[in-house]
């Protein structure tokens, strides 16, 4: 263990084995650091702050200091975050609130670029990267193998499918696709532009999978399939009738439950306690 003299490191914390904490960094007495982590200077870590092994924090990055709620009244909430993440500069992320569970989560290896802000109740995934200066609003539930560009926006209650693709500047305000990349079209609202073929081939998909994903883009989303006149959710309901394979079933379950239970095309509004219609629990299982 090397703790910088100039840090200041309150005696309750819990600091793992081969961890350093570099000069003027200041960790909280909830704050648990675990094995090989390394804490650059300047670093802050308060809250009940929960740091798996292997992670990096850069100079300027603050953890577990209390969310941006107004509702939020000083609750013991949790902020826990996995193995192997990468937090570069000035990256902040908030722990949960009573209202939303009480407790923010983030995966393992992931990496967030300078200035990423992580929102209270956020529950992230595995093996994300996200672009510098993205901001994540509350209750944003990212899966795994999202890629995010630089300064994207993403709204309350929004569902990041997995292996999605964000372009950069993209205002993301309802729930996005799995497997898709979404880019900022004209106007206010972000548009499906295509399949994440790219990033699907770097996780070792198969051709195959990846051109029965394109199908099912172009029954879906294309030109043609828009102006066809068939509401998008009969186009979804006939390909799951064909029995697709399990990432087409997949993108159109996530569709359909969406539609069917979502508010302003965002699945997890349906949840949310102040909403008078939510459902108080999942209709159905998550995937």
Do not use: W
Not at 192 to 204: E, H, K, P, T
Request: charged share 20%; aromatic share 6%; with cysteine.
């Amino acid at each position: 263990m090397s703790i910088h003299r100039t840090a200041i490191v309150d005696c309750r914390a819990q600091i793992g084995a081969d961890v350093t904490i570099g000069p003027y960094s200041v960790i909280g007495p909830h704050v648990v650091i675990g094995d090989r982590c390394r804490i650059g200077h300047q670093v802050t870590l308060d809250g009940h702050t929960t740091l798996g092994p292997d992670c990096q924090v850069f100079p300027g990055a603050l953890l577990g200091l209390p969310p941006q709620d107004v509702k939020f009244r000083g609750a013991d909430t949790l902020l826990e975050i996995g193995e192997g993440n990468v937090f570069r500069e000035m990256v902040t992320a908030h722990p949960g609130t009573e209202g939303g569970g009480g407790v923010t989560r983030i995966g393992d290896r992931n990496l967030f670029l300078i200035g990423v802000h992580v929102a209270h109740d956020c529950q992230i995934g595995d093996h994300c990267i996200v672009a510098n200066y993205t901001q994540f609003a509350g209750h944003v539930r990212v899966e795994d193998h999202v890629n995010m560009g630089g300064h994207a926006a993403v709204h309350h209650f929004v569902t990041i499918g997995r292996h999605a693709f964000i372009g950069g500047m993209t205002r993301v305000v309802a729930d996005v696709p799995p497997y898709m990349v979404i880019v900022a079209a004209r106007g206010t609202r972000s548009e499906v532009r295509m399949v994440n073929g790219v990033g699907l081939q770097r996780c070792g998909f198969s051709t195959e999978q990846i051109n029965n994903l394109r199908k099912a883009f172009m029954r879906l989303y294309s030109r043609r399939a828009r102006t066809s006149g068939s509401p998008i959710r009969d186009r979804v309901s006939a390909i799951l009738s064909e029995n697709p394979g399990e990432h087409v079933e997949y993108l159109c379950r996530f569709l359909l439950r969406s539609f069917e239970h979502g508010r302003h095309g965002r699945y997890l509004e349906s949840l949310r306690p102040d909403n008078p219609r939510a459902n108080r629990t999942e209709s159905e299982p998550r995937p």
